[in-house]
């Protein structure tokens, strides 16, 4: 299948995503039953999962929360009154019949995701609406060759679903986007965001138009992909599908697709003939909720800084690099982390480069996440300090102190220096003497630096590190070198 760059460009892609999120609370969204992946399937459910009759819902307010936050997150109204709806639909992996949503009234609408675009500059992609919903349980085709398995553990884990406007143009975007949600939804520790697991899904609705077209093509909806990675792929094949079907004549329908990641193909799953009709009415056992501005404000007291807050502290007010300032914000407990070093220490600059260097080289050695690093910010910042004073050396510390530092987590890092005998001679007085001396003893080679013979300067740098027995901090020495002897 191959597509040239001149019809490649005649045309513009439309994308709009619809992303599934399974909420970590601890039960599930409408019973006390335990929300939790990987458990012993079928040992989560009650009555109530199961739709027995006489049973009822009753909701977990922590799902609203949590909803509520990707709201505030996502610049979102937060409607003050709301109401569930039933889905009805039959599927085996859904013992009650119908799944419980939200139709006219979700609980955000409105907002935008900030995104790079393709040059990188800043883009808004509006949203919709993030509504509340439940999850449906699991059908497992490929564990019993002859039957299909059901594991009804994940019905009624909560959802939200964030729906975007079709304000995304290319399949990097589409990428940054989902990105940009996962990075969201775990600094607010509401979704692991784990699209292998499936806590984290996308939808990807994907059309294509002539660029002077005025309205959009027929949007084909394609399932299935268990990455970031998939869902860029999917989208790309997909765009140049139906490119191709058009040059050639064909109309696109509007269709469910299935992507499989092997083939790195769509296939048709189910036209817009086949949809179902879902009758959705307002859940009868459920109250109608109402939420207060005292109660977003509590949770907004609550929320950790934003990503996008700190991306651009970093880069405008600290001075940092955008490729810094990125690196420290992909992961909220690294950020938190300089958050918390940069509290005790202006150098901004130094205390990426621990963070990003020897810190991250230790995460990675010993495959341990930031929250289990033993040293406290605050030391990492005295650290700095004591290059800064020139007590010191940058490598002395790094090959030294630090391996102490997670030795003994007690001592602070200028405790750990003097005990060992590290700390640097930067008493000029003392190293005047010493470079007198070493004037004295080698009057040769101080005539031939004095006539410009630059290169002595390791000669003299060796014999002041000798007196000085190693002790000498090599920046104030060589200043003092050139000064004292020229
Ligand atoms: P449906 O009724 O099929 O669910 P919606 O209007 O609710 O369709 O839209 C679902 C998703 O599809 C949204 O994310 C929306 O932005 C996107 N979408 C709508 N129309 C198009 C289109 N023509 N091309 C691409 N995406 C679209
Ligand atoms: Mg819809």
């Known amino acids: ?72 997150a996502c610049n979102c109204n937060i409607a003050e009154h709301q109401h569930f709806a039933r889905k009805n639909y039959f599927y085996p ?27 990188g500059n800043e883009k808004k992609i509006a949203l919709t609406r993030i509504h509340m919903e439940e999850d449906a349980g699991k059908s497992i085709h490929d564990i019993d060759p002859f039957n299909t398995l059901i594991d009804l553990n994940r019905a009624g884990v909560p959802l939200i679903e964030i ?39 996308c939808d990807a609705n994907i059309s294509v138009m002539l660029k002077d077209a005025k309205a959009f ?13 998939n869902v860029k792929n999917a989208i790309e094949y997909e765009i140049k599908r139906q490119i191709l079907a058009i040059e050639n004549g064909e109309t696109i329908s509007q269709e469910t697709r299935n992507y499989d990641a092997l083939k790195n193909e769509t296939s048709a799953m189910r036209t817009k003939e086949a949809a179902n009709d879902y009758r959705y009415f307002p859940e009868p056992d459920l109250q109608p909720i109402k939420i ?23 880069t405008n007010d600290l001075g940092l690099t955008e490729y810094d300032a990125r ?53 990492i910042a005295e650290l700095i300090k004591l290059i800064e004073t020139g007590k010191i050396s940058n490598n002395l ?20 220096a003097e005990n060992n005998n590290w700390i640097q001679e930067s008493n000029e007085d003392n190293l005047i003497n010493y470079i007198n001396e070493i004037m004295n003893e080698n009057p040769e080679e101080t005539e031939r630096f004095k006539n410009g013979e630059k290169k002595l300067m390791g ?14 901090d090599p920046k104030t020495a060589s200043q003092l070198i050139n000064k004292t002897i020229k």
């Open 292 to 314: 207060s501005s005292e109660h977003i404000n509590s949770i907004k007291a609550e929320m950790p800084p934003l990503p996008n807050y700190l991306f651009k502290k970093y």
């Open 93 to 119: 992996d859904l013992p009650k019949g119908y799944q419980i949503t939200q139709d006219t009234t979700p609980i955000c609408t409105g907002g935008y995701i900030l995104i790079n675009d393709d040059e």
């Open 459 to 472: 000669f003299f740098m060796g014999q002041l590190m000798k007196k000085s027995k190693g002790k000498a």
């Open 217 to 229: 093509g027929a949007k084909v909806e394609v399932k299935n992909m268990n990455s970031i990675r």
């Open 327 to 379: 690196n420290l914000t992909d992961n909220k407990d690294i950020a938190l982390y300089y958050e918390n070093i940069i509290k005790h220490t202006q150098n901004y600059k130094a205390a990426v480069n621990w963070l990003m260097g020897d810190i991250k080289s230790y995460l990675n050695k010993y495959a341990v996440t930031i929250s289990e690093f033993p040293i406290l910010p605050e030391r």
């Open 163 to 201: 729906v975007s406007e079709p304000d995304i143009k290319t399949s990097q975007e589409a990428y940054n986007y989902v990105t940009e949600i996962r990075k969201l939804v775990r600094y607010l520790d509401i979704c692991d965001g784990n699209m292998e697991e499936a806590s984290l899904r």
């Open 397 to 416: 510390a790094s090959q030294k102190v630090f391996p102490k530092m997670i030795e003994d987590t007690k001592l602070t890092p200028l405790q750990i």
């Open 1 to 72: 299948m191959e597509l040239s760059k001149e019809i490649r460009n005649k045309y513009t892609a439309v994308i709009g995503l619809e992303i599934h999120a399974q909420m970590l609370t601890k039960s599930k969204a409408y019973s006390s039953d335990i929300n939790e992946y990987g458990a012993i399937p079928n040992t989560n459910v009650s009555p109530i999962t199961l739709g027995h009759p006489g049973t009822l819902p009753k909701m977990n307010k922590k799902t609203i929360d949590y909803a509520i936050k990707m709201g505030i």
